[in-house]
Each structure stands twice: as C-alpha cells, then as structure tokens.
C-alpha cells in the first residue's frame, strides 16, 4: 500500500527544487497535494507533474510571510480536498547578500526572519487547526544543517532562521504532542537545487563548500523529499521533536582533507 494512501499533503515552495520534487514523490505514494508557491507558473509546473505520474495536485498561490495569503491556503486546502494530513514548510529564500554580521543589510536580515521564520510559524498557526479537525498529522519544517553548527560561509541571517525553525518544532512537538500532531524537523546539507546553484555560480565559493562536505558532492533533490517522505510517513509514528540530518557527513566531520 502506498505510504500516504489517502492523505492530503500541503508543500509550500512547491513550484521548484525539492518542494517540486516532494510534491511528484508524495503524490506517488498516494497523497493528494496541495501545490504552495508565489510563483504562477512554477506552481502550474508542479500540479502538471503530479498529474503526469496519475496524481490529483492544485495550486494555491501564497507568500508564506503575509497571515492573510497563508490562512487562505490553508482554506483552499480545505475546502479543494476536505483534510489536512500533512504539513510540509519547505519555502525559504537565500539571498546573495546575506552574508556576515556587520555586512549583511537590514532589509535583507528582515525578508529572509520573514519567510525562513515566519513563515513556517504561520503555516502552523494556521495549518494545526486543521490538521486538529482532520484528526492529526505529521508537520516537517525544513531547518538546515547550518542550525545545528556554524557555517562555513558566512550567512548570518540564513543561519538564524533556519536555528528558529529548529527551536520553533520542538516546541510545537512538545505542544501537540498528545493531539496526534507530530512535528520534525529536516537539516539538509546543501542540496543541487536552483536556488542554491545560482548562489554558488562561483567556483571559488563552490569550491570552499564542497570540501566540507565528506560525500564530496551536492545532495540531489530527490534524496532530500525521501526524508521528508520519511517524516511526513507513519514510518515515523515515534519520532517527534526531533531533526533527520541528510547533509552527506558535514555535521559528522572536524576537517575534510583540501
């Protein structure tokens, strides 16, 4: 039997990289989803993938930091498919700019607190009672590796989102867990996605993040929504409050030879 056999899937940042790829894999496996994005035409991408592998996707355009667009996804997402079952606060940006302490901008520290964040609280905010009404689920936060050691490139703001996410679903974990809501957290190591290709662009800025990484390479898309599959599954039925680290050895590592 598929493992989301009959289960409603919400994945924001679900027009491209691993919340794309999640969205084919879940819907793979049985979950009905509902296809979260900013982007039109990435989301349209998404739904018409699901639906090339036998699926049932929809769209709902949202930016995860504005309450109004999130609870409206979560009624979409009601009313299109009667249930909530899964959680899946996958959208984050990385600018370019975000860099160390003193030299990263405001506006730039303000955006990336608003949608890494923010925007995974108000998802919660807004999904758990739902969830609560469809009789439980599974919640996966996408946190990074960086919440759990410094990184090795500077990326102060990124880095402190992503330690939020962490704190935030432990609490929530904590909170809900005797509702039948579990909460995870997923801590990829830098995944072979858009929007981390266009950051490292750079040889020189690719080079210094691959020879952290004892694997020796980028992690793929695919393997990252395994995990999550992982997660969102009743193969996880004990596991709450806690992180599955997929980052190719980084956070096992003291030094990799140059």
Known sequence: MPRLDGKVALITGAGNGMGQVASVLFAREGARIVVADFSEAGGAETVAAVEAVGGEAAFVKVDVANPDQVSAMIDFAMARFGALNILYNNAGIFPADDGGVTETPEPTWDRVMEVNLKGVWL???????????????????????????GAATAQIAYTASK????AMTREIAVEYGRQN????????????TPMLEELMSDPERKARRLVHIPMGRLGQAEELAKAALFLASDDSSFMTGAQLVVDGGITAAYVTPE
């Open 123 to 149: 998802g919660c905010k807004y999904g758990i009672p739902a969830m609560l009404a469809s009789g439980g689920g599974s919640i996966v936060n996408v946190a990074s590796f960086v919440a759990l050691m």
């Open 163 to 166: 330690g939020g996410v962490l």
């Open 181 to 192: 809501i579990r909460a995870n957290s997923l801590c990829p190591g830098p995944v072979s």
